[in-house]
């Protein structure tokens, strides 16, 4: 991402990004609470949320999304994608037998 190596993910360099995921160790070690930060990245094709326990992920800030891997969201209730989005999404099991509702913005 940081082509550069400067430090600093440049409105271009992350504009340049076309996969991303937040599965680490530290993501393991901390919760995910939010993804609006993905706005940064518009041309996103794949992302794998990582581990949270949100209830609502939404990536509808993501219109070229192809795959969406949401397996690791333990408590996943709504999936928010961009109008026309319809990515592949790798679902977690389903929280209290009930699968995640897709909603579009």
Known sequence: MD????????KEEAAAVTRLSLMNFKSFMRNIKSYEDLQK???L???HAGLTYSETVDVSCCPKLTELDLSDCRMLKTIVLAKGCKPE???PVAYKGVKAKVEYK
């Open 45 to 47: 094709e794949y992302f």
């Open 3 to 10: 082509a550069d190596k400067d430090g600093v993910i440049s």
């Open 89 to 91: 999404i790798k679902y």
């Open 41 to 43: 990245f518009p041309n």
